[in-house]
């Protein structure tokens, strides 16, 4: 089974990275970018077949290690 | 002293630790490596050193918080042992949730060397007896991320329970933005546990310590927690 975590920084939290990818994407000419915030995707391949399990896992494993829940949130989808 | 230094994959400031303690506590520490379930007995002082524990994969720290050593280092902290991280130490403390908050990116995006002025707020814990309250130390920093934070009820009790031991200051003491090099709240350079028993700073006092190589202001930290253990022992 395949699933897809996503990291996102908390509304609030300041993000350096997004802002200088921001800052580098109007000096190419990129136009009508107003905000960028920068995260993290983890694809991930699970053994079993029962999809509520299948994310109740990768709960687990964002809650204990994925993301720094401190600043940061996360999403599950699994992709079946 | 009988301390013992961490050592995780990416650690690199761990022989710079090893000469301090050596140097001022007057014994070699246990060199102890992650995959290790217990502290040596006897152990009085755990010391997270600095580095980049697995390359600052994921985030910094993250991955060194979840070693096995970091379990043996929970209940030696719970039992009130005392716990000192450095750096990417502090980083590992914040991230195994033994301290509060997280240490994100410098502010200017850069990784940040060189020299920086200390405010030591309190002289009544076993860290910073070696200094009078009000004290300004000079000690170096080298990080990337050191920029500390946490939620705003985080930072009151904190600051509400004199738990902020070091901010970054001008030299003579003055808490002001064109000294706070990284961009820490509250110009945050180091704090304490609730328990007053473990400490987690991002500059490196082992590195100032012989009249040698400069100047020697970390000494009072690690003289004092050798004074401190001498004491209770």
Sequence with gaps: MKARVTVTLKSGILDPQGKAIEGALRSLGVAGVTSVRQGKVFDIEIDGADPAQAEALLK???????????????????VG | MK????????????????RTLELIGGRPPAMVWHTERQLPAGTDLAVIPGGFSYGDYLRCGAIAARAPIMAAVRSFAAGGGLVLGVCNGFQILCEAGILPGVLMRNQNLRFICREVYLKVERSDTPFTRGYNAGQVIRVPVAHGEGNYIADSETIARLEGEGRVVFRYSSPDGMIDPNWNHNGA?????????????????????????????????????????????????
């Design chain 2, 185 to 233: 709240i509250n110009a945050i350079a180091g704090i304490l546990n609730a328990r007053g028993n473990v400490l987690g700073m991002m500059p490196h006092p082992e590195n100032h310590v012989e009249a040698s190589i400069g100047p020697t202001d970390g000494r009072g930290l690690f003289a004092g927690l050798a004074e401190h253990l001498a004491r209770a022992a």
């Design chain 2, 3 to 18: 301390a013992a230094v961490l050592v995780f994959p990416g650690i690199n400031r761990e022989r710079d630790m090893a």
């Design chain 1, 60 to 78: 687990q494993a964002a809650d204990k290690l994925l993301a720094n829940t401190v600043i940061e949130n996360y999403k599950v989808d699994v």
